[in-house]
């Protein structure tokens, strides 16, 4: 089974920050991940597909990068709205979804 | 827009059955496959199950597998959740979610969910 693994589990920054967060997958999956926010008591909101397609109605303030086994969600300049976890997903198209254990933005 | 409305949660005994329900109000609810995702305290999202569009296959997660069943009524616009011989690590709140894709034999990304429903198992 393929195993996902987000870097940092948690992180505090400012408003106008760069954040960065990282994936890390157990083997190769191409670019077969996708990016997830979830913030509390609401339902998760789909940001990017592909590794790198950002959804419409996505802010573009978001981004993600990578291929293989290693990937980037980008938030260029962090606003008090990006409060949330945020979850990488790979997709296997036919056996299973994995998400990764989730990082958790807070506002410093 | 579709919307996903979830109902049948609530508190439950170790080793009893539940089911959930999760009804859309989109016209392409049988173009699009079905997921159930699960959030326990404290944790991190969990998928559960899918249903194929047309409900020709479901895949399940290995710590779900052949105690829940997921099904689907594309006459009611409905897909199901049952669970049976729940444990109290099951407690969670459990989400409905539509496949990005339609009429794809497969499984992608979740772009449209519930509002999500809460089960508790304790004795």
């Known amino acids: 089974d393929i195993q996902m693994t987000q870097s940092p589990s948690s992180l505090s920054a400012s408003v106008g920050d760069r954040v960065t967060i990282t994936c890390q997958a157990s083997?190769?999956?191409?670019?077969?991940l996708n990016w997830y926010q979830h913030k509390p008591g609401k339902a998760p909101a789909l940001l990017i597909t592909?590794?790198?397609h950002l959804e419409g109605g996505a802010p573009s303030r978001f981004s993600g990068s990578g291929s293989g086994t290693h990937f980037t969600l980008t938030i260029s300049s962090l606003q008090p709205e990006d409060v949330a976890t945020y979850y990488c997903?790979?997709?296997?198209?036919?056996?299973?979804?994995?998400f990764g254990g989730g990082t958790k933005v807070e506002l410093q | 827009q579709e919307d996903l409305v979830q109902s049948g949660g609530g508190v439950v005994q170790p080793g009893r059955s539940l089911r959930l329900s999760c009804e859309s109000s989109?016209?392409?609810?049988?173009?699009?496959?079905m997921h159930w995702v699960r959030q326990a305290p404290g944790k991190g999202l969990e998928w559960l199950a899918v249903?194929?569009?047309?409900?020709?296959?479901?895949h399940y997660a290995d710590s779900v597998e052949g105690r829940f069943t997921i099904s689907r009524d594309n006459s009611k616009n409905t897909v199901y959740l049952q669970m049976n011989s729940l444990r109290v690590e099951d407690t969670a709140v459990y989400y409905c979610?539509?496949?990005?894709?339609?009429?794809?034999?497969?499984?992608?990304?979740?772009?449209?969910w519930g509002q999500g429903t809460t089960v508790t198992v304790s004795s």
């Open positions: 979610a539509r496949d990005k894709i339609g009429e794809v034999r497969g499984m992608f990304a979740m772009d449209v």
């Open positions: 989109g016209h392409r609810f049988s173009s699009y496959g």
């Open positions: 083997q190769d999956i191409r670019v077969y």
């Open positions: 997903q790979h997709y296997d198209l036919f056996v299973a979804l994995t």
């Open positions: 592909d590794a790198s």
């Open positions: 249903i194929y569009y047309d409900g020709s296959n479901r």
